[in-house]
């Protein structure tokens, strides 16, 4: 279980796991709007070398850049995409 915004939920591991097992270089994305229509992306490296984090903790600096984008531009994060659906659906072990 991942904390996001503060709640635990149910993250999806598996980028995590296939970076670490073919060795890859794990980017994250972040798109700004520029103007109307226009938009510029900037990528940021979280790792050349995933072999070398603790298990699930490319995923947690994952969470927290993505927490740091909504909250710079929370008019583009999509709500819809009910990202708290499974929060109480948390195990006992994990509250």
């Known amino acids: 279980m ?3 915004f503060n709640i635990k939920v149910p993250v999806h591991t598996g980028a ?3 970076a670490k ?3 890859l270089v794990v980017i ?3 798109t700004k ?3 109307r229509g226009y938009y510029k992306t900037e990528f940021q490296l979280i790792t050349e070398n995933a072999k070398d984090f603790e298990n699930y903790q490319i995923t947690d600096l994952y969470t927290e850049l993505t ?3 909504i909250l710079n531009q929370p008019e583009f994060y999509l709500w819809s995409h009910k990202r708290f ?3 109480d659906k948390v195990p006992a072990e994990f509250l």
């Open 2 to 4: 991942e904390r996001f």
């Open 16 to 18: 995590e796991m296939l």
């Open 21 to 23: 097992k073919f060795d």
């Open 28 to 30: 994250n994305y972040v």
């Open 33 to 35: 709007k520029v103007k």
């Open 67 to 69: 927490e740091k984008n």
């Open 85 to 87: 659906k499974h929060r």
